[in-house]
């Protein structure tokens, strides 16, 4: 069995600023990492994933998230947000074998002018 | 990059009627796909994974009478909602997957309105 918990429903911050998101999970077999966005009445957009390899990767919009096995987290990160990032951000693991994905709550990453 | 396609993207039905929602793999095999669910304000949780030829596994709490999922080829799987309701009002997405890949690929999303 597979759970990811994000561990901040909300994150308001000023447009220029840094962000990170922090995602935890926990699971009994090897899995994928996964970052999507979702703009509003809108689909999943891949932001980002961990297969293997270098534990720190970069993705879309200038995002990047940093795997620690130790601590089983995958938290995204970004230097400097724009409006345009307001957006609700989903952290996901996907199972190696089974391919079925599991997802976190969510954070709503809300940047104000 | 794989590409899946799932249509239509909105949908408005009248409570008592049936809808299909189709999931289609443009560019690859899709071997197993999955269905999810999202109500407003809520993350997606996993409704049933199907493999092509075989029936659906339906997660504990899906009415496997009410959400039909058919994959019949490796190409398109469909889930009818049969007698909707209001609540069935929801956002449904759905993934596939290819045996040895990595990673299943999201379509865009259907949003279901049962008036």
């Known amino acids: 069995a597979q759970s990811v918990t994000q561990l901040d429903s909300q994150v308001p911050v000023f447009e220029e600023a840094p962000v990170e998101l922090r995602c935890n999970y926990s699971s009994s077999v090897s899995v994928y990492l996964f970052w999507y966005v979702q703009y509003p009445n809108q689909g999943l957009q891949l932001l980002l994933k961990?297969?293997?390899?270098?534990?720190l990767v970069k993705g879309i919009n200038g995002f990047e998230a940093e795997f620690n096995k130790s601590q089983t987290s995958f938290h995204l990160r970004k230097p400097s947000v724009h409006i345009s990032d307001t957006a609700e951000y989903f952290c996901?693991?996907?199972?190696?074998?089974?391919?079925?994905?599991?997802f976190g709550d969510g954070t709503t990453l809300t940047v104000k002018p | 990059g794989a590409v899946v396609s799932q249509h239509p993207s909105r949908v408005i039905c009248k409570s008592g009627t049936s809808v299909k929602i189709e999931c289609r793999s443009l560019?690859?095999?899709?071997?197993?796909m999955f269905w999810y669910r999202q109500f407003p304000k809520q993350s997606l949780m996993l409704m049933a994974t199907s493999n092509e030829g075989s029936k659906a596994t339906y997660e504990q709490g899906v009415e496997k009478d009410k959400f039909l999922i058919n994959h019949a080829s490796l190409t398109l799987s469909t889930l009818t909602v049969t007698s909707a309701h209001p609540e069935d009002s929801s956002f449904y997405i759905c993934s596939a997957r290819e045996t040895g890949l990595t990673e299943a690929f999201f379509g865009q999303g259907t949003r279901l309105t049962v008036v």
């Open positions: 560019d690859f095999q899709a071997t197993t």
């Open positions: 996901a693991v996907s199972d190696l074998n089974a391919g079925k994905s599991t």
């Open positions: 961990y297969l293997s390899g270098s534990t």
